[in-house]
């Protein structure tokens, strides 16, 4: 556990693509773009955050988004609701999903049938060793490394659905998996609050939930 991270740090995943309707892993090398779906996911993600800041009477925090198209997509529609400048969003590669290697962009049901069966049904994770993909300890590296850098004040990150497991897990704790505390699945749109050892949920997105989802 980090000693000095964002506080409160707001966590989105990323609203629906292409490549998650159509089953196909996504990693970081395609180019996923959201469907009409997804859109109208990061409007409400967009609606319920200026809702919340509207409430409590809080400035919005500086917003940060992994480099993918998806979650650029998704910032964008969020940052439009917030009055925040696009422009203004800090980018940073550590907020990345997890690698997945040789999967990339292919269709779940071929990765299957040549691999087996990849998922741990139980977990909701991907089964480990990923063929020159990241382990979870990998992705939790990184995230420290972004936590310790991004300092004290305030954050709302968006990111992705195995990646917000892993810093969820960092900061409010979860089941351990492979050696790392990884938190429960939450459906593509939801946004969190994180403070103190606690999480408290502001949006439960209409999306999917899942690795089939990654």
């Not at 960092?170 to 609050?193: S, W």
């Amino acid at each position: 556990m980090p000693v000095v991270h964002p506080s409160p740090l707001y966590l989105a995943r990323h609203a629906e693509t292409v490549f998650n309707r159509a089953r196909r892993m996504q990693g970081n090398d395609a180019h996923t773009p959201l469907t009409l779906e997804g859109f109208q996911q990061a409007d409400a993600m967009g609606r319920a955050l200026a809702r919340h800041f509207a409430e409590v009477g809080e400035p919005v925090p500086q917003i940060w988004a992994s480099p993918a198209g998806r979650t650029q997509q998704t910032a964008a529609i969020v940052a439009d609701h917030l009055g925040v400048d696009f422009f203004a969003i800090r980018t940073d590669a550590r907020l990345r999903e997890i690698e997945v290697g040789r999967w990339t962009g292919r269709d779940y049901a071929d990765i299957m049938a040549e691999e087996g069966d990849i998922l741990d049904h139980e977990h909701r994770l991907f089964r480990m060793p990923i063929p020159g993909g990241e382990h979870y300890a990998d992705i939790a590296a990184r995230l420290r490394s972004w936590l310790a850098d991004a300092g004290a004040a305030p954050a709302l990150v968006i990111s992705h659905g195995m990646t917000a497991r892993v810093l969820r897990g960092l900061l409010v704790g979860g089941r351990l998996y492979e050696g790392v505390e990884i938190a429960a699945d939450l459906p593509q749109g939801t946004v969190v609050k994180i403070a103190s050892r606690m999480e408290q949920s502001l949006h439960l997105g209409s999306g999917a939930a899942g690795v089939r989802a990654a």
